[in-house]
């Protein structure tokens, strides 16, 4: 059997409806995507960026790689490390363990793609050159 | 309820990998009308065999690969197998890498609990609260990123303390988030928890005693919620939680409702011990020195702490080279879903199978491993 | 907010890139970044993608992370159940190479032996933006008239 | 409490106890297979009613596999971790599931890893693996790097060289 309660429950319930109003006025919790999207932050782990000049070809950085996911290419006659976007995993070991901080992560993220040849990343004059767009 | 054994005539119901409740788990049901006779699981959908890829990677790596193993929980994973590592070496952390860590734990903690509340809503057909309550865990996200760099994964701990320190920001950005957290618990309890067709779905169903949930190995909050207070946090102390002041939430009805009123109110709990972690910080290195190659010296240890889910244990055994000879995850889920699950869907119905199993919060890839 | 000014259809790709129905049946650690598209994070129905519990009326396959050997069975039953035309999209650097279970010996290395996939997104797991970065290449390739398998 | 559990244990199994070490709130036990589950039954009856895990080590070079059972009191708040030493060719071991019943799950998981028989657990079916023919994966004769390279990687490991 209901509790007694229950009418005064009920006629509190009647004017929660309108307690939804004041959510007209709040900002929605959806962000518009392609509209508006949150400022990409400075420490985020994105992809890859290489500095050909302090690189000094230990491959440290393919050593400590948990996805095997950086290999030696050549570039310009010398070996340089190469990143497989399909492969890695943004852990962000290859910069720490590097010596002379020549690879790092950039915030920059977008990496879409049809094929998959284009996830790895090639090889170009200021470091890594995404392949796609 | 006993049921005649005339002829009933039994079929087999799969509550499958692709039901949109199962999560990627298979039950076989064996159903007589609507009511469920017996419940046959089948795991393995998620199982990559996390303890045997830990045994050929270096400390590091594991540490980056262990985040990945609870998928709703990712940072219990890391701090239960860096402390299992620390434990054999007898290593120290600094202060400042303590409370750091905690604070990262209770945070996953409110991000597992509020997952769970959207997707147990979602199984009652309650979308509204999905909606909601999957969009406000974009704030405990949000700190993922500012403090660690990665979203969901944070790869943020390693043997010996904390990878990055936190910054002015990010403890700013986390009073900020909790504050419209402590606001939305008010609005879920008045939304969700009070509602009275989450209630009329959750009361009664699924209902173990104390004695039945010592039994089958149930820990976390399905055990407090049949009135048992085994919290790891108090009973064996780790990290920073000596020093902050919580009390244990636990309820004794023992069924769905009474699980989830114990996660709302563990919620309200988190949050006040990340802001009691937050005021005294103590500052000073975060992480201890170690080279890049250090290696465990021989030895074993077993590490248990409370992850989101329950009773979260790993044993440690390293034989003094850089990878661990042995690493056994104890999964909260593993008892979860395939000791409790089948006794608690005994004599239940199918509508009720949603319900119960989510009302267990596992997760099916900590189940597999 | 941009006023949206009213659709007119013109051809049959514009048609489908509008009311993707996506299989709810996500597989693995790329199903928590799409919860923010599932629910009110990025809200993905704005998109007109909808999660749809059956094979059969769906047209979008999200394989959302790795895939062991027992879920590909199932993963190939339901990609044959889908109505063509139908699209899948590889979340996540698991699939593609087998990221970081590439040495396990319960998953499967590429998922495109098993089925046929359209678009990549990397990312382990991806961001939501990333996402949102696919779906719109997805519409846009669609409108274009591609047409998927 | 822990010296009242180690001195009871002592007088009644006196020769299969090997080692006890007991530091604060823990008892670590190494004891002989035969006694294992009169000293489990004795363990759970002075309290310790929760399994929380059943975990097997493979100690290859000593042709030995380690099973270790880690009960827990919610009473005392005490942790208790049984060691028992079996042999690696054929490696049977009386269940517990009369103990308790959450153990069945992790002696079914064990059985399929390590292929540690359990007598008296009602269901020993493969659990995480469907119709797989190898040895158990998590001994540590199987190399999963060597299946694998033979099984998915077909073609050869390197990579293109990036045209300059």
Sequence with gaps: MRKMGYLSDKFSRTFTPFGILKNLFRKPMTLQFPYETLPPLEGYRGRHALDLEKCAGCFICSMICPNKAIWPAEFKGRRYPQVNLGKCCWCQLCEEYCPNEAIKLTPHSMMVTMDKESAILGLGEEGFVPRHQ | MDIEEKE?????????????????????????????????????????????????????????????????????????????????????????????????????????????????????????????????????????????????????????????????????????????????????????????????????????????????????????????????????????????????????????????????????????????????????????????????????????????????????????????????????????????????????????????????????????? | MKKLTPKVIKSKGEARAWSFWVINYFTACGFMELLPWVGSGYDMERFGILPVPSPRHADVFIIAGYVTKKAAKRIKMIYDQIPSPKYVLALGSCPMTGGMYWDSYATIKRIDEVIPVDLWIEGCPPKPENIGHGIVMATNVVKGGFEGH | MINEITSLLKSKFPDSLLNVVSEDKRITLLVKKEELHQILSQLKDTGFNHLSDVTAVDYIDEQEFELIYHLWSHQEKIRAIVKVRIPRESPTVKSVVDLWTGAQMHEREDHELFGINFEGNPNLSPLFLEDWEEIPPFRKDFDTRKYVKEKYYLEEEGYPVAKG
Excluded at chain 2, 112 to 122: A, K, R
Excluded at chain 2, 199 to 217: C, F, H, N, P, Q
């Design chain 2, 8 to 369: 009933i005539a039994f079929s087999t119901v799969p509550f499958g990998p692709q039901h949109p409740a199962s999560g990627h788990f298979h039950a076989l049901l064996k159903v007589e009308g609507e009511r469920v006779h017996e419940l046959e699981p089948h795991p393995g959908y998620l199982h990559r065999g996390f303890e045997k890829l830990m045994e050929y990677r270096v400390h590091p790596q594991n540490c980056v690969l262990v985040d990945r193993a609870d998928v709703l929980d990712p940072f219990s994973c890391e701090l239960g197998y860096a402390n299992a590592i620390e434990k054999t070496a007898g290593l120290e952390i600094p202060e400042r890498g303590r409370y750091i860590r905690t604070i990262m734990a209770e945070l996953g903690r409110i991000l597992s609990h509020m997952t769970w509340i959207g997707v147990l809503s979602m199984v009652l057909g309650f979308d509204s609260a999905n909606k909601i309550a999957w969009g406000d865990r974009e704030k405990i996200l949000r700190l993922n990123e500012i403090a660690t760099g990665g979203r969901l994964y944070p790869c943020y701990l390693c043997v010996g303390g904390v990878r990055r320190d936190i910054s002015q920001e990010f403890v700013d950005e986390t009073f900020k988030a909790l504050d419209y957290l402590e606001g939305q618990l008010s609005f879920y309890d008045y939304f969700v928890f009070k509602n009275e067709t989450f209630v009329m779905r959750t009361e009664k169903v699924g209902k173990m005693s104390a004695k039945e949930a010592i039994d089958l190995g149930a820990t976390g909050p399905n055990l407090r919620a049949c009135g048992i207070d085994y919290d790891i946090r108090k009973d064996e102390p780790y990290e920073a939680y000596p020093k902050v002041s919580f009390n244990v939430i636990t309820r004794d009805e023992g069924d769905a409702y009474a699980r989830s009123l114990c996660r709302r109110y563990e919620i309200a709990e988190s949050i006040s011990i990340v802001r009691q972690l937050l005021n005294n910080l103590p500052d000073g290195a975060f992480r201890a020195e170690l080279s890049p190659v250090w290696a465990a010296p021989k030895g074993e240890s077993y590490f248990c702490l409370e992850s989101a889910r329950g009773e979260k244990c790993f044993h440690v055994v390293s034989d003094g080279s850089p990878c661990p000879y042995r690493v056994k995850i104890r999964a909260p889920s593993f008892l979860h879903t395939l000791s409790e699950f089948p006794y608690l869907a005994k004599g239940s119905t199918i509508a009720d199978i949603p319900a119960i199993y989510w009302s267990l919060d596992s997760c099916p890839a900590d189940m597999d491993r």
